[in-house]
């Protein structure tokens, strides 16, 4: 700040100061001055004066309360305290008693003398709310224990320094001067299952579930440790599942399980007979057979190789499926001749022979019973060629039946076909010739091979 002083140049020290502290007060702002809480600074009187909240703070006290200005605060009391006048005191005579509120009869009291509150009948001078002590002083009135108070029923009444309070219990808001429950469940007080009561509610948990510490959450039950299932467990949230082993299947009840009957799923599951076990199957097969490493199809057990058979020394073994039997040795009938261990030869200088095959070979063979047909089962040829002659192949005999006829195949080879299905158990002798015929030489011969089929008793 630039001070510019015209005139003298010489002042004394003393004369300065005070001219600059007088333009230090004018330049002071007025709102540099700070009040406590319920006072204001008024610029004009340029001091803190109290502060009227009954009149800047719209409904400061609620309900039926009324507001009286206190120096420096206010107090919130019922409005019926009000409805006792007030007789300001006469020091020259004695002072009068207060009337009772319950007389028909009051005097006027003129507006101009109308205080801001009641007086209370008592030669203290104590505000409404206060008490006269013994010492002297005013000690507050608590009017919840002298039951003084104007709080309704639903109401509890908190005593205050002068005064008192009308509020709610926990669980209850104030609505129209009444206090009313509060419905905890509409704000998802509950993490699950709520029920309301009055002035409280009440937490739970759906199945499954059980409630945590907090009685508002809630926390899935592990149901699986009280083993439920007879067999296998798995736990959900909020319930649990029951599986079964490899065999058995779930019951209706959800918890045990039940063994499955695979045999009833399909015909087709084992080559001949399937046995239900519990969780499993077994397939069985019929005697003379095994069960195949698949576990399902039947093979053929060759008895003449494993020796379990009956027959002698003197016989031979002959396998078949499902069985096996014991061949004689071979016997050729007169006037047949042996000429090897299977085949009998008729010699051509023997006259008895000249009607006759000029041999007779035997062989043997099996079918599956029921075997799809067409099917070539047999062949055979002629083994000795002669210049100039032909081959006739036929069935001779045992096809009675017409389950069998002959293709042939070459001039000197034919093939037996199966023409119709056989059901076993059978056994078929069928006799095979081949004629041999040369009209160079003008010869006609035979050869008979003597073939016995075994049926067998299932189709595998």
């Not at 020259?92 to 028909?104: G, L, T």
Request: hydrophobic share 30%.
């Amino acid at each position: 700040m630039l001070l510019e002083v015209r005139g003298s140049r010489f002042y004394s020290s003393a004369r300065m100061f005070a001219a600059l502290l007088f333009i230090l007060l004018c330049i002071q702002p007025a709102h540099a001055q700070t009040c406590t809480e319920g006072f204001a600074y008024d610029r004009g009187s340029r001091q803190c004066v109290d502060e009227d909240e009954c009149r800047t703070q719209p409904d400061v006290c609620r309900g039926d309360m009324r507001c009286v200005n206190q120096n420096g605060g206010y107090l919130c009391l019922p409005r019926n305290l009000y409805n006792q006048p007030y007789r300001p005191e006469i020091r020259a005579q004695p002072e009068a008693a207060y009337p009772d509120p319950s007389d028909s009869f009051l005097p006027a009291v003129p507006r101009s003398v109308e205080p801001s509150y009641p007086r209370v009948r008592t030669t203290a001078q104590c505000i409404l709310g206060y008490a006269p002590a013994q010492d002297g002083s005013c000690s507050d009135i608590d009017e919840c224990e002298t039951n003084s108070h104007h709080c309704n029923p639903t109401q509890v009444c908190i005593n205050t320094a002068g005064g008192y309070t009308c509020s709610c219990t926990e669980g209850y808001w104030l609505i129209g001067g009444q206090c009313q429950d509060i419905d905890e469940c509409r704000y998802g007080y509950c993490q699950q299952l709520c029920a309301n009561v009055p002035g409280s509610y009440s937490c739970s948990c759906n199945p499954g579930f059980v409630l945590n510490p907090d009685s508002r959450t809630c926390q899935d039950v592990d149901e699986c440790e009280d083993e439920p299932c007879s067999h296998g467990c798995f736990n959900t949230y909020g319930s649990f599942m029951c599986n079964c082993d490899e065999g058995f299947e779930l019951a209706s009840d959800g918890t045990t399980c039940i063994d499955l009957d695979e045999c009833s799923f399909s015909e087709l599951l084992c080559q001949h007979r399937c046995v239900n076990t519990p969780g499993s199957f077994a397939c069985v097969c019929p005697p003379g057979y095994y069960v195949f490493e698949d576990g399902r199809s039947c093979e053929d057990i060759n008895e003449c190789d494993t020796g379990n058979n009956t027959c002698t020394t003197a016989q031979v073994c002959f396998n078949f499926q499902g069985g096996n039997t014991c061949l004689d040795a071979l016997q050729c009938h007169s006037p047949y001749i042996e000429v090897s261990d299977n085949q009998c030869m008729c010699s051509a200088e023997n006259p008895a022979c000249r009607d006759k095959p000029f041999t007779i070979l035997y062989r043997h063979m099996d079918l599956s019973s029921g075997r799809s047909v067409p099917a070539d089962i047999f062949q055979m040829q002629a083994t000795t060629r002669y210049p100039g002659a032909f081959y006739i192949f036929q069935i001779k005999s045992g096809n009675e039946g017409r389950e069998f006829y002959m293709r042939q195949t070459s001039n000197v080879s034919a093939t037996l076909v199966l023409s119709r299905p056989i059901k076993g158990p059978r056994e078929l002798v069928l006799d095979l010739e081949m004629v041999t015929v040369n009209n160079v030489i003008n010869f006609r011969g035979s050869s008979i091979i003597r073939l016995t089929v075994y049926v067998s008793e299932h189709p595998f």
